[in-house]
């Protein structure tokens, strides 16, 4: 069983950043393409952002220009640094494998609120 732990997240003025983590317990976690999603209440979950095993990066066009996604492979780690954070992206943010069927058990998210 693959344990994904997010964390790094809470509440953020608008205008202001943070840093969210992942921690994948799968040695193969290299190899996968992983992406950030995020849920807002009373809305489906969405892929926020994506990064491939070479590195390759998408974004999602909410937040394409504001957000940045990196992995560090020896600590199965990967991150979203959001940037100029605006009240539409309060969500409870997860990360899992991008391929569809193939993903991860979620995990718990971590929760990010904008508010002033």
């Known amino acids: 069983q693959v344990e994904v732990v997010e964390s790094g997240g809470g509440l953020v003025q608008p205008g202001g950043s943070l840093r969210l983590s992942c921690v994948v317990s799968d040695n193969m976690f290299s190899s996968y393409a992983v992406g950030w999603y995020r849920q807002a209440p009373g809305k489906q979950r969405e892929l926020v952002a994506q990064?491939?095993?070479?590195?390759?990066?998408n974004f999602n066009p909410s937040v394409s220009g504001r957000f940045g996604i990196s992995r560090d492979n020896a600590r199965n780690t990967v991150y979203l640094q959001m940037n100029n954070l605006k009240f539409e992206d309060t969500a409870v943010y997860y990360c899992?494998?991008?391929?569809?069927?193939?993903?991860?058990?979620w995990g718990q998210g971590t929760r990010v609120t904008v508010s002033s």
């Open positions: 899992n494998r991008v391929a569809p069927g193939l993903r991860w058990s």
């Open positions: 990064i491939t095993s070479g590195d390759l990066t």
